[in-house]
């Protein structure tokens, strides 16, 4: 229902942009955002954009990341510029989809993509 893809190796100070396209019957997709989770650590948020295009970042990712959103594709886009080490994370897209007439919105998770930054 949400497939991720564009993720890699890259050095640091490199850049990588990932994509996660939302499938099936969609009515309606409300916030989109990207998460990641480092070996050993707990999921975290690393941006969210609302339906609008407001977007919100993590501090340790402001100025270097940029979240974007194709609503007619139904795709949301993670930007990542300066890459550091400390970015090495699977990267998961998210999304509140409604399905139906109802306009119920349900949370779905991509697949996952891994992200490596290393010399």
């Known amino acids: 229902q949400l497939q991720a893809s564009g993720g890699g190796l890259v050095q640091p100070g490199g850049s990588l942009r990932l994509s996660c396209a939302a499938s099936?019957?969609?009515?309606?997709?409300?916030?989109m955002g990207w998460y990641r989770q480092a070996p050993g650590k707990q999921r975290e948020l690393v941006a969210v954009?609302?339906?609008?295009?407001?977007?919100n970042y993590a501090d340790s990712v402001k100025g270097r990341f940029t979240i974007s959103r194709d609503n007619a594709k139904n795709t949301v886009y993670l930007q990542m510029n300066s890459l550091k080490p400390e970015d090495t994370a699977v990267y998961y897209c998210?999304?509140?989809?409604?399905?139906?007439?109802?306009?119920?919105?349900?949370?779905?998770w991509g697949q996952g993509t891994q992200v490596t930054v290393s010399s």
């Open positions: 998210n999304a509140a989809i409604a399905r139906g007439s109802s306009f119920v919105f349900n949370n779905y």
């Open positions: 954009i609302s339906d609008g295009g407001s977007p």
């Open positions: 099936g019957i969609i009515f309606s997709i409300s916030a």
